[in-house]
């Protein structure tokens, strides 16, 4: 239990930061790449409004920006300019301002500007914008390759800090991890405790309770009440079996292992179950392969067997229907048992291995027939114990199936 608190905590700490450092990550470089946009998209204004010959303006300084727009930024770009008629003929290409590019590849970019037939806009690193000047159509292309190799850096540099903070921060929760949960592991204990304890102590009243419950039953003849107190300390009994079950399971102890075929154990476990099934007129199907040998220990597969099984009949209404089936499906085992049961909300399903849950009133009302909502839970409980993995799922709004898988 101690590892499994620990590697929760660590879990649940360490997707926090690393949702917080993402969000952070992002921030500060979307708000970095809308000061760059809009860094270049000034200079194109200013490129285009100056038909490329800068002269002494006074420039706006635009919200974001952290460094103000002057002369000798704006001499400092590179750009080129293309002039064509209204039918994209080319007339003129001034590459100037650039030494990146050649006259062929200048008037092939713009040729691809004018079929597009957009005004403004990105191609292969550069932007570019379309002015009208009389019939002449001037075409400016910013090289823009700065403003990307500047982002670039950023998201290099903000997302290395941000892995090495994770780092740190993982090391942190990992040292804490051990002093943060020791006050729930000493409330657990305390309860794991009590529960060992009252399970030892309640052994020995429930015991003479049922051998005198028999004694009497043997001198005055059975009657409705022995049956009654029977039933009843047997059902203490289980409780107390499945809580002792769960506070050593909780200790993370792995019980002992034999190679057992399980189809003889279910074999001999299901005569009783059948018997019950067909006094309330229930359909109980079985489908068994044989010799199938699982390296397990044998009463706790009987324990959870009969947690299944009581489970099933339990909450089976009259004249409905249980199937077990053991197969195997690949390198795996299957335990799969199936009843009709009384319609739930899909969002129950997962929290009936939850402890102490016991779904809607309407399934516990009849105390003979309801749980203490233990039981699944540690029937999951021992099947992890083995590697296995014990789930629920709807065949139809009225029926549910369990899947035990070693």
């Not at 003479?208 to 409705?224: R, V, Y």
């Amino acid at each position: 239990m101690t590892k499994t608190l620990k590697k929760r905590f660590i879990i649940f700490t360490m997707t926090a930061i690393t949702c917080l450092l993402v969000f952070i990550v992002v921030a500060i470089n979307g708000l970095n790449w809308v000061m760059l946009e809009q860094m270049s998209d000034l200079e194109m204004e200013i490129l285009v409004e100056s038909g490329g010959v800068f002269q002494q303006m006074t420039f706006n300084r635009p919200p974001f920006f952290i460094q103000p727009m002057d002369m000798d930024r704006m001499r400092s770009a590179r750009f080129f300019v293309v002039r064509s008629d209204a039918d994209g003929n080319i007339r003129d290409v001034n590459t100037d301002q650039i030494f990146s590019i050649d006259i062929e590849t200048a008037k092939d970019y713009a040729l691809t500007v004018f079929e597009t037939g957009k005004e403004s806009g990105r191609i292969k690193g550069y932007k570019f914008a379309v002015k009208q000047i009389g019939p002449d159509r001037l075409t400016f292309f910013m090289d823009i390759s700065r403003q990307n190799e500047s982002f670039y850096l950023v998201l290099f540099v903000s997302s290395a800090i941000a892995v090495l903070c994770w780092l740190i921060v993982l090391v942190f929760v990992i040292f804490l991890s051990g002093k943060v949960i020791r006050p729930i592991l000493a409330g657990m204990e305390k309860q794991k405790q009590f529960i060992t304890n009252a399970g030892h102590e309640m052994k020995t009243p429930l015991a003479i309770i049922q051998s005198n419950n028999d004694t009497m039953a043997l001198i005055h003849g059975e009657n409705k009440y022995n049956a009654h107190i029977r039933a009843q300390t047997k059902r203490l009994n289980v409780l107390m079996s499945n809580l002792l079950t769960l506070a050593r399971l909780d200790e993370e102890i792995r019980l002992p292992t034999d190679p057992i075929n399980i189809s003889e154990v279910i074999n001999e476990l299901l005569p009783p179950y059948q018997d019950a099934a067909l006094t309330r007129n229930l359909r109980f199907q079985v489908l068994i392969e044989p010799n199938i040998t699982l390296l397990i220990n044998k009463d706790s597969l009987r324990q959870m067997l009969t947690i299944l099984l009581d489970n099933a009949l339990r909450y089976t209404p009259d004249n409905g229907s249980v199937h077990l089936t053991l197969k195997r499906q690949g390198r795996h085992v299957q335990i799969i048992q199936e009843n009709t049961c009384d319609p739930f909300h899909e969002a129950d399903i997962e929290r009936l291995f939850e402890r102490f849950y016991r779904g809607d009133s309407a399934r516990t009302q009849n105390i003979d027939s309801s749980g203490y909502g233990i039981g699944l839970s540690a029937a999951r409980a021992i099947c992890e114990n083995f590697n296995g993995k014990l789930t629920a799922e709807y065949i139809t709004a009225e029926s549910i199936r369990f899947i035990a898988v070693f």
